[in-house]
């Protein structure tokens, strides 16, 4: 399985991005464990953005980008996103998706996100 990420860029605090990740080699309709977002900053661990888990059942978001960001699937393109709206400095990270299929997980290369203040 390779995922693939896109969407990053530099951008002013207040501002939007949309992150996409592209799955091949899986279908990700499947019953996934997780599929989600997650985010490293320098010199930090990485941690949960939002994610899908029990096959989509459950949705689970960080307290710190509750009601500002969205994460949505695509079954028949086979992508999933994250809307990012009313970004700050502290969401300055290299995102990655991430998808678990028992007990393979899968890693994209990441996208860097950047907001300046």
């Known amino acids: 399985v390779q995922l693939v990420e896109s969407g990053g860029g530099l951008v002013q605090a207040g501002g939007s991005l949309r992150l996409s990740c592209a799955a091949s080699?899986?279908?990700?309709?499947?019953?996934?464990?997780?599929m989600g977002w997650y985010r490293q900053a320098p010199g930090k661990q990485r941690e949960l953005v939002a994610a899908?888990?029990?096959?989509?059942?459950?949705?689970n978001y960080a307290d710190s980008v509750k009601g500002r960001f969205t994460i949505s699937r695509d079954n028949a393109r086979n992508t999933m996103s994250l809307q990012m709206d009313n970004l700050k400095p502290e969401d300055t990270a290299v995102y990655y998706c991430?998808?678990?299929?028992?007990?393979?997980?899968?890693w994209g290369q990441g996208t860097q996100v950047t907001v300046s203040s």
């Open positions: 899908f888990t029990s096959g989509g059942g459950i949705t």
């Open positions: 991430r998808l678990r299929l028992g007990v393979l997980d899968y």
């Open positions: 080699g899986s279908t990700i309709s499947i019953n996934f464990n997780v």
